[in-house]
């Protein structure tokens, strides 16, 4: 009996520990640093943006990624393989990408869990391309253990002008915060 309760005692104590790692504030982030002349940001399990333009209303991630084969709406479209540039991804990154809404909104994945957020920075817009920095910040405050499952995060940015047949070129960069 005693060896029961010391195992409820640490299951509990566990899961305090766990909570502790949760993902920061919903709806929060920072912006881009890199000075770029026009950028949007997105956080995790965010669906509103900054940015550019933080007047419009939040958009909800429209790909469903629970399953194996992504599960697409059907007014959200698919940015064709040759338009999305992901050479310097590793494989941990989908190399996948959609637009929606009046053509301004794209969604793409980054990368979370455990004590890890995932965040997307439009770092450079030109008449040719779009640049999309998908940023992974570690977060481990002292004395906390943090899980090391990996999982794919939608995020969904918003573009100065629909991406049309622009090139969208997907870039990563790890901070610690």
Same mark, same amino acid.
């Given at each position: 009996? !005693?060896?029961?309760?010391?195992?409820?005692?640490?299951?509990?104590?566990?899961?305090? &520990?766990?909570?502790?790692?949760?993902?920061?504030?919903?709806?929060?982030?920072?912006? /881009?640093?890199?000075?770029?002349?026009?950028?949007?940001? *997105?956080?995790?399990?965010?669906? #509103?943006? /900054?940015?550019?333009?933080?007047? *419009?209303?939040?958009?909800?991630?429209? &790909? *469903? @990624?629970?399953?194996?084969?992504?599960?697409?709406?059907?007014?959200?479209?698919? @940015?064709?393989?040759?338009?999305? =540039?992901?050479?310097?991804?590793?494989?941990?990154? %989908?190399?996948?990408?959609?637009?929606?809404?009046?053509? %301004?909104?794209?969604?793409?994945? #980054?990368?979370?869990?455990?004590?890890?957020?995932?965040?997307?920075? &439009?770092?450079?817009?030109?008449?040719?391309?779009?640049? @999309?920095?998908?940023?992974?910040?570690?977060?481990?405050?002292? #004395?906390?253990?943090?899980?090391?499952?990996? !999982?794919?995060?939608?995020?969904?940015?918003?573009? =100065?002008?629909?991406?049309?047949? %622009?090139?969208?070129?997907? $870039?990563?960069? $790890? $901070?610690?915060?």
């Amino acid at each position: 009996m !005693r060896n029961v309760v010391a195992a409820v005692a640490l299951a509990g104590a566990l899961s305090g &520990v766990l909570a502790g790692c949760s993902s920061g504030t919903p709806g929060s982030s920072s912006g /881009s640093s890199s000075g770029a002349p026009t950028s949007g940001t *997105s956080t995790p399990g965010s669906t #509103g943006f /900054s940015g550019s333009n933080p007047t *419009s209303a939040p958009v909800q991630p429209p &790909v *469903s @990624i629970s399953e194996e084969k992504p599960v697409v709406p059907p007014n959200v479209t698919p @940015i064709p393989p040759d338009k999305v =540039d992901t050479t310097s991804l590793s494989d941990t990154y %989908r190399d996948e990408a959609y637009v929606f809404g009046d053509g %301004r909104d794209v969604e793409v994945f #980054g990368v979370g869990g455990g004590c890890k957020e995932a965040r997307a920075e &439009v770092s450079a817009q030109s008449a040719a391309l779009v640049q @999309i920095t998908l940023v992974t910040i570690t977060k481990q405050p002292p #004395g906390t253990v943090c899980t090391q499952e990996i !999982r794919q995060v939608p995020l969904t940015v918003r573009l =100065d002008a629909p991406l049309g047949t %622009r090139r969208l070129v997907l $870039e990563s960069r $790890e $901070e610690t915060g």
